[in-house]
């Protein structure tokens, strides 16, 4: 079964760093591309970062560019979100999904693109 596992997540002061990652089974994650989506209390999921299959390419919505960084690691299946510099709006549930392509809608990753949804981990930041 195709199966994507988020970790990372936990309680951070604004100013902090976190690293989520997102581990596959059943699937080969470079043959995918694969996004970090996010879903704050009370609003839509929103696409936070997207990286390509092919070229590796990458793709950010506005409000993280310069402090959120995504990459693949092919020999541990394993894509991860780096947060540095996090802002009280970034508190929501973080989740990982795949698709065939990157596809924005608006600038933003777009969640119609996906197939498979890992079930989210919480980020809070706050002091």
């Known amino acids: 079964q195709v199966q994507l596992v988020e970790s990372g997540g936990g309680l951070v002061q604004p100013g902090g760093s976190l690293r989520l990652s997102c581990a596959a089974s059943?699937?080969?994650?470079?043959?995918?591309?694969i996004g970090w989506f996010r879903q704050a209390p009370g609003k839509e999921r929103e696409g936070v970062s997207c990286?390509?299959?092919?070229?590796?390419?990458?793709y950010y919505r506005d409000a993280v560019k310069g402090r959120f960084t995504i990459s693949r690691d092919n020999a541990k299946n394993t894509v991860y979100l780096q947060m540095n510099t996090l802002r009280p709006e970034d508190t929501a549930v973080y989740y990982c999904a795949t698709g065939q392509f990157c596809v924005l809608v608006d600038g933003n990753p777009s969640r119609d693109s996906m197939r498979y949804w890992g079930k989210g981990t919480l980020v809070t930041v706050s002091s």
């Open positions: 059943g699937l080969t994650l470079d043959h995918y591309a």
């Open positions: 990286i390509g299959s092919g070229d590796g390419r990458t």
